[in-house]
């Protein structure tokens, strides 16, 4: 599958031209990020939360505790949305209404059912961790059966999505061109910074692999 | 008003420990941002999506197309719900049960109306500007009355509200420590980069100290 199908429920009405349904560039803003938003009805409310996510092909993984209020109203209603945002950018034009942010953001529509099976829970798990931050998982103290049963985990599958794409210059009226304000655009990124060490580790403890690895991928 | 009031719906259950209901720790959170997901009903299905906003005391101002589908439908609810979160840490543990982020986040219960006034919606669309980038308003282009006219601005009052903040270490369990993994935080954070100047700009142009303010103060 190319892309996802479009109906009422998906299609981008504002900035059409900025819309994508394709799954690999889709699946490339999920990728860039682990946390989403997820958005549940409670008693007839929608509310949205922050939630840590990882992914494996067309399944988003999200995880919690057995007692979670929107896990537990996602997995009533069968089905969730959740939207993945980067910021990329500030985009000050000459005017106020043509001001914009450059960004990546991918809205999906998923069904929803709980992870029974004890391998594919504690692959979700894994997926979840190293979405965080890669390779980790292999490297910590293995997980416990009390740790196990006390975590639901949720497998989310994408029926369809859609995203915008905003990576483009300042666009200004042709008459206010001669305006004389500053127009431009500032890029704004998220970065790591130093990984601080926890201050009960041995002295001797050497920074692994994996978190110099994350650390120069990410720094500024 | 010190607090929020606290109720089923705001009452923060996981983690308590780590909420707060201050108005003014939330203001803090809400002040430090810009873009919020904001959760609607569309057909009886949740989604959330980013938006931009700006705070007046305890109102929130949303701005967007009169056609905007979020807006229409956060209009007839009459109620909207809307959650800022940033992320501040990568918290790597020693187990992946006790991994977690440092961030800041709050989620907001409030009221919805359109605003009419004149007076009132320039004042929202100066308030919701001059969050994203302070001091910008007053450089720019005057709004005329076609973009006025064109732009749907709503007023979310706030009826109560809850946040949680995690600024913390790594908390592991005893009987892990010993365990030869490396653990600690990695620091995230949001940062600008060197403003670009739009390519039709005069070459003589100067950036103006509202830019350089912005850049100086979220430089890495």
Known sequence: ????????????????????????????????????????????????????????EHKIYLHGSLKNRMLLALLEAKEASLTIMHLDGLVLARSGFHHSVN???????????KVENATEKEAALKCVLDYMIPNRWDSLRPMNSKEFNSTLVLELEIQTASAKVR????????????????????????????PINDVLLPKETQTPEHILEYYNKNQS
């Open 103 to 113: 960004y990546r953001s991918a809205t999906l529509f998923t069904s929803v059912k």
């Open 1 to 56: 599958m190319c892309n996802y199908s479009i109906s009422e429920l998906n299609k981008v009405k504002r900035g059409p031209n900025r819309a994508t349904y394709n799954v690999e560039e889709i699946n490339t803003i999920l990728d860039a990020g682990f946390i989403a938003h997820v958005a549940y009805n409670y008693k007839g409310k929608a509310i949205t939360i922050p939630m840590a996510y990882g992914r494996i």
């Open 167 to 194: 990576a483009d210059g300042v666009i200004d009226e042709k008459a206010d061109l001669d305006y004389p304000t500053w127009a431009g655009i500032i890029p704004i990124k998220q970065i790591a910074e130093a």
